[in-house]
T-cell receptor, first 113, second 115 residues
């Protein structure tokens, strides 16, 4: 069945360092890959997304790369700040067939000042 | 607030009782999703609607769970004969199937505690 694996489950970095979170997906028909940030007790909020016709997308300190052949995608956060501390979820979907998201297990990022 | 809204935000109920959650999606969104999230896990898909039609239900959704979207606007999720294992946050999300967007927006969730 559809599955998304996310690693690592926890990540601790010093302020200013980079953080990388990796996901692999099983459904080769997936074509939409969003990343969500969730703070404790809050809703998941979209921070960046990528579609299968693009290999890389960047938005200020955040970037996402996609390798469709290997079925994996990664989130890169540069110059991390304490306010980046949260749980990050990757997800995959067949964007044009209902669009339901299959989520990874989450990565708890801690940025130490 | 023009985002996805959910009500109630918190519900404590005794085992065996029924509970109902309501979701109001972003007004122009025709797709509505329900997810369940337990502590330390990612959101888990339950069901989705396009307009008033329920197009997919997860195999994980037991017969005690039912969702409706009668007029293609707000939706309700009812859990009958609640069990302790139903304790979780129930998230609603919406998007539009029109155009090239398809960004899915989440509500703040409804926390359920079954005691």
């Amino acid at each position: 069945g559809e599955n998304v694996e996310q690693h690592p489950s926890t990540l601790s970095v010093q302020e200013g360092d980079s953080a990388v979170i990796k996901c692999t997906y099983s459904d080769s028909a997936s074509n939409y890959f969003p990343w969500y940030k969730q703070e404790l007790g809050k809703r998941p909020q979209l921070i960046i997304d990528i579609r299968s016709n693009v290999g890389e997308k960047k938005d200020q300190r955040i970037a996402v790369t996609l390798n469709k052949t290997a079925k994996h995608f990664s989130l890169h956060i540069t110059e991390t700040q304490p306010e980046d501390s949260a749980v990050y979820f990757c997800a995959a979907s067949r964007g044009n067939q209902g669009g339901k998201l299959i989520f990874g297990q989450g990565t708890e990022l801690s940025v130490k000042p | 607030d023009t985002g996805v809204s959910q009500d109630p935000r918190h519900k404590i109920t005794k085992r065996g009782q029924n509970v109902t959650f309501r979701c109001d999606p972003i007004s122009e969104h025709n797709r509505l999703y329900w997810y369940r999230q337990t502590l330390g896990q990612g959101p888990e898909f339950l069901t989705y609607f396009q307009n008033e039609a329920q197009l997919e239900k997860s195999r994980l959704l037991s017969d005690r769970f039912s969702a409706e979207r009668p007029k293609g606007s707000f939706s309700t999720l009812e859990i009958q004969r609640t069990e302790q294992g139903d304790s979780a946050m129930y998230l609603c999300a919406s998007t539009s199937s029109r155009g090239a967007g398809n960004t899915i927006y989440f509500g703040e969730g409804s926390w359920l505690t079954v005691v």
